[in-house]
């Protein structure tokens, strides 16, 4: 009995550091890029030798991807629950703008995803195909709804991508033009916080006229976390 708790202490102090090697990999990733990053600096941050990164994960190719895999199943459950969230009786008009509004609200406040995404993207190689080859995994959750919207208000058709790309637009101008957007809104408040909402509220002034929402719909939370579901702190997204 003995040997079995032992093995599975050390299986857990396994998956424990394979963890920490992760999030530590991801912050760099996201912060820097993935040409500036070395298999040193993550050892160095993540607190374990370079033979025990080599032995976990093989080398910094096999841990970005494994990154990549941690980041788009975080994405995508979240998706899912979020989409579950907002189900119910009312238009498809109605929970479309909830679920992009609140998914922005998500991206700003966890920025990484996005840091993360632009610098694959940026790279145009086996990893942005990489990645791409995934971008519709959402697809199905969302299909429904725009197919219902357009049916319920063929005067003013929605197109998915047409939104996503004004939701990665937004998101990302936020993470990388972060001083920026502080200096924008320096005369209303001194919190980068609250500079953030003011971002998302710009965000949601827009998807209201585009979507036509009745003012009772019209979401008004006093913080970006007020419109957060609960999540693991997977990748250190929390």
Same mark, same amino acid.
């Given at each position: 009995m003995a040997v079995k708790k032992q093995g599975r202490r050390s299986a857990e102090t396994s998956e424990e550091t394979k963890r920490q090697i992760l999030c530590v990999a991801g912050d760099l990733f996201s912060e820097f890029g993935y040409e500036r990053v070395s298999l040193r600096n993550i050892s160095e941050q993540?607190?374990?030798?370079?033979? !025990?990164?080599?032995?976990? @994960?093989?080398?910094k190719e096999d841990i970005w991807y494994a990154v990549s895999d941690a980041l788009h199943s975080f994405l995508i459950q979240y998706i899912h629950r979020l989409a579950v969230d907002i189900s119910g009786d009312k238009p498809a008009y109605i929970k479309f703008y909830h679920f992009s509004v609140r998914l922005l609200a998500l991206l700003l406040v966890e920025p990484k995803p996005i840091q993360f995404i +632009?610098?694959?993207?940026?790279? %145009?190689? $086996? @990893?942005?195909?990489? @990645?791409?080859d995934k971008r519709g995994d959402e697809e199905p959750i969302l299909l429904d709804?725009? %197919?219902?919207?357009? *049916? /319920?208000?063929? /005067?003013? #058709?929605?197109? #998915?991508? /047409?939104? $996503?790309?004004? #939701?990665?637009?937004? *998101?990302?101008? +936020?993470?990388?033009?972060?001083? !920026?957007?502080?200096?924008?809104? /320096? $005369?209303?408040?001194?919190?980068?916080?609250? *500079?953030?909402?003011k971002h998302w509220e710009l965000f949601n002034k827009q998807m209201v006229i585009v979507h036509n929402i009745p003012e009772q719909e019209v979401l008004s939370p006093s913080a970006l976390k007020d419109l957060l579901l609960p999540y693991k702190c997977e990748m250190k997204l929390c």
């Open positions: 993540a607190g374990v030798s370079h033979s !025990l990164l080599r032995h976990h @994960f093989g080398s +632009a610098d694959t993207v940026r790279q %145009e190689g $086996k @990893f942005s195909d990489y @990645f791409l709804w725009v %197919e219902s919207y357009n *049916a /319920e208000t063929p /005067e003013n #058709l929605v197109d #998915l991508w /047409e939104v $996503k790309w004004l #939701l990665i637009n937004s *998101a990302h101008a +936020a993470a990388s033009l972060k001083p !920026l957007l502080n200096i924008i809104w /320096e $005369k209303q408040t001194s919190d980068p916080q609250q *500079a953030l909402y």
